[in-house]
T-cell receptor, first 112, second 114 residues
Framework: TQLLEQSPQFLSIQEGENLTVYCNSS?????LQWYRQEPGEGPVLLVT?????EVKKLKRLTFQFGDARKDSSLHITAAQPGDTGLYLC????????????FGTGTRLQVFP | ETGVTQTPRHLVMGMTNKKSLKCEQH?????MYWYKQSAKKPLELMFV???????ENNSVPSRFSPECPNSSHLFLHLHTLQPEDSALYLC?????????????FGSGTQLSVL
């Protein structure tokens, strides 16, 4: 079973700080998705990365897919309280080509 | 508004009760999913329905019984649950149930089993 390890597990920062969260696996990803889940809501897809070394930007969020496609990172510049939430990475299960497995998650709290 | 509506938002039930969770999607999608989110575990896939047919049962105990009467509605019938079943139950939908398709999640039902 492919496991997705995310780090850090928890992160509390002040508004305006920068941060990076990571998603790692011992297996190669075919592609990877990042979701954000705000308190009291379901996860919402932020981005899908497909190509090794790929970098995608979504306003203050920068997503990078590792060259070897075994890791990914999410960097947030000048964090805001609205960035607070649970960040989840997800990819295909190793033995099933259609269904997602989710990472352990990084819970981010941004204080004003 | 994600287009996926779950009711109720909160549910407290005893171990001998029978209750049902409801999910409705207004997006015209063909695939619907039940996920379980516990405090100490990653989001876990429970069931998948494609065009009303169950295509995935991820070794879920029989005290959880899904029902998909049409492509827009999904139910999760609960009976004789255990306290460890307390969790957030999330419904999701996608266009064709294929990898790479964007999953749209509902807000979830927070279930507490006493």
């Amino acid at each position: 079973t492919q496991l997705l390890e995310q780090s850090p597990q928890f992160l509390s920062i002040q508004e305006g700080e920068n941060l990076t969260v990571y998603c790692n696996s011992s297996s190669v990803f075919s592609s990877l998705q990042w979701y954000r889940q705000e308190p009291g809501e379901g996860p919402v897809l932020l981005v899908t990365v497909v190509t090794g070394g790929e970098v995608k930007k979504l306003k203050r969020l920068t997503f990078q897919f590792g060259d070897a496609r075994k890791d990914s990172s999410l960097h947030i510049t000048a964090a805001q309280p609205g960035d607070t939430g649970l960040y989840l990475c997800a990819t295909k299960r190793a033995y099933n080509t259609d269904k997602l497995i989710f990472g352990t998650g990084t819970r981010l709290q941004v204080f004003p | 508004e994600t287009g996926v509506t779950q009711t109720p938002r909160h549910l407290v039930m005893g171990m001998t009760n029978k209750k049902s969770l409801k999910c409705e999607q207004h997006l015209g999608h063909n695939a619907m999913y039940w996920y379980k989110q516990s405090a100490k575990k990653p989001l876990e896939l429970m069931f998948v329905y494609n065009f009303k047919e169950q295509t995935e049962n991820n070794s879920v105990p029989s005290r959880f019984s899904p029902e998909c009467p049409n492509s827009s509605h999904l139910f999760l019938h609960l009976h004789t649950l255990q306290p460890e079943d307390s969790a957030l139950y999330l419904c999701a939908s996608s266009q064709e149930g294929r990898w790479g398709e964007k999953l749209f999640f509902g807000s979830g039902t927070q279930l507490s089993v006493l």
